[in-house]
């Protein structure tokens, strides 16, 4: 199995440590020709105007969504405002996922937090993900087939999965558990 | 937001995870420094991940001289509304209050920056008092451990700023990255004795040395003005880069810090470096660092 990581800028060197912790080869993707022969697709967290405007630049837009055509494809942060179909703003977006995205939905760095969080679809006994979020954008609606799987005490919508895409508006790269990235995986393999 | 477990409730705003984070995900970006709304509208529009909002860029704080300080915190607000991307505001080396306006304001990072002028000629902030994370310069591996020991969440290696000189930032990057180089080859009974050599806290020489890195983010700053530069620091080795004067002192800033931010990300492809560096105008025209008096030397502020 080879996973890629999109590596247009923000924190992608994150997503492809785990991944090789977990014996997963993995490649960086800053041009077209790298999507060739992957299985699955991680879209980092970063600056989502400066992924968009570097993916337009370098002729990125139409084969990464023929790409999640067929394969699995992950957002964390910026690639879930990245992948979805409507942020009320005007920016580069992929647009391939049914849901709404509002950026920087919490406020700015100074609000920026950690949250315990259950994951839906996981084991009960499970223990809570410790997720990180960094200015980060939430879920205001989840259309078609999407679902959401994770939710803050508030009611925020912050996680979500649509066949084989998924995103989450934190940031599991951040964190030494991996259980996000196995989950990953599983959806790559089926 | 106290420790809380249960799920889905916050158990802690502002923590080191989420100061440091936010660094993280600025990598392999171009953080640039802008003076009006429609300069920062400019370097988003061009793909930065950050500007810098200064009332003076550094080459100008080098022509005019007199003391530089905090920029009015209205100047600060509009580059704030003009812009989606994080915005990064400079506090003077010691000058605590004027960090606790920054935060205030609700800036997103704070940069204790030896561009303007220093505060306190003996002390920095303590930064871990704040909810808002830090970014602060350095010349060498001591300085920079000092710095994340006193709460930076993001270390920028210092170079010379307003210069346009590339070689104090290829020199500070090679001296944290070969200091880091050689810690790793060291048995643990010499830790201490380096630790205290560099005048760095013993758990950061530690946790360098097990992570071959910083344990933050580290960026490289002062005196960037190409996009050959820039993907000259990247191939050294740094995280991202700062550019200050080099944009808005240049000829065509918006190709230039289109071209800066292309060849940050492709930095290891010489075709698109090569692509991306033609026809964009003159650089700024840059001060010698050779010719500079060590006086005028920006870098030599901090402690």
Not at chain 2, 72 to 92: C, F, L, N, T, Y
Not at chain 2, 112 to 130: G, Q, R
């Amino acid at each position: 199995m080879k996973i890629g990581v999109l590596a247009l800028q923000g924190a992608f060197i994150e997503h492809i440590k785990i991944l090789r912790q977990l014996g997963v080869e993995t490649a960086e993707v800053r041009l077209p020709a790298d999507l060739a022969d992957l299985d699955g697709l991680i879209i980092p967290g970063g600056e989502s105007t400066t992924i968009g405007k570097l993916a337009v630049m370098y002729n990125l837009m139409e084969p990464l969504r023929q790409f999640a055509a067929e394969k699995a494809v992950w957002g964390t942060c910026a690639g879930m405002i990245f992948m979805a179909k409507d942020i009320g703003v005007d920016q580069p977006l992929l647009g391939i996922m049914d849901i709404v995205v509002e950026r920087n939905a919490f406020g700015r760095q100074v609000d920026s937090f950690e949250a315990d969080l259950r994951i839906e679809g996981w084991p009960a006994e499970a223990k809570p993900f410790p997720a990180v979020f960094i200015r980060a954008p939430k879920l205001i609606e989840t259309k078609e087939t999407a679902q959401p799987i994770a939710t803050l005490a508030d009611g925020s919508l912050v996680a979500a999965q649509q066949g084989k895409w998924m995103v989450t508006s934190f940031h599991p790269e951040l964190t030494l558990d991996d259980r996000f990235h196995r989950y990953f995986l599983d959806i790559v393999g089926r | 937001m106290s420790d809380q477990n249960e799920n889905g409730t916050a158990r802690g705003i502002g923590g080191f995870k989420v100061k440091a984070g936010l660094a993280q995900m600025l990598k392999g970006g171009v953080i640039m420094d802008v003076v009006t709304p429609d300069e920062a509208k400019i370097a988003e529009e061009a793909g930065a991940c950050a500007v810098m909002a200064l009332e003076r860029v550094p080459a100008d704080i080098r022509a005019q001289g007199g003391v530089a300080r905090m920029s009015d915190p209205e100047m600060i607000r509009g580059i704030m509304e003009s812009v989606s991307i994080p915005v990064m505001a400079k506090a003077r080396i010691g000058h605590f209050v004027e960090a606790q306006i920054l935060e205030s304001i609700g800036v997103d990072y704070v940069d204790e920056s030896e561009v303007l002028t220093p505060a306190d000629e003996e002390y920095h902030i303590y930064k871990h008092d704040f909810k808002i994370p830090f970014v602060c310069g350095c010349r060498n591996l001591g300085e920079a451990l000092r710095r994340i020991g006193e709460g930076a969440a993001m270390i920028r290696t210092k170079g010379e700023a307003g210069t346009g000189d590339v070689v104090e930032a290829v020199r500070h990057a090679r001296t944290v990255l070969g200091e880091i180089r050689k810690l790793q080859s060291m048995p643990d009974e010499e830790l201490m004795t380096f630790a205290k050599n560099i005048g760095a806290p013993f758990a950061l020489v530690k946790e360098t040395k097990e992570l071959g890195r910083l344990p933050v983010v580290n960026f490289a700053a002062g005196g960037i003005a190409t996009p050959a530069d820039a993907a000259l620091m990247m191939q050294i080795g740094v995280d991202g880069v700062f550019v200050g004067s080099g944009i808005f002192k240049s000829g065509d800033p918006v190709k230039r810090a289109k071209a800066i931010v292309e060849a940050t990300t492709h930095y290891n492809n010489p075709d698109i470096v090569a692509r991306v560096s033609e026809n964009i105008g003159e650089a700024m025209v840059g001060i010698n660092i050779s010719s500079l008096p060590e006086m005028e030397q920006i870098a030599r502020r901090g402690w």
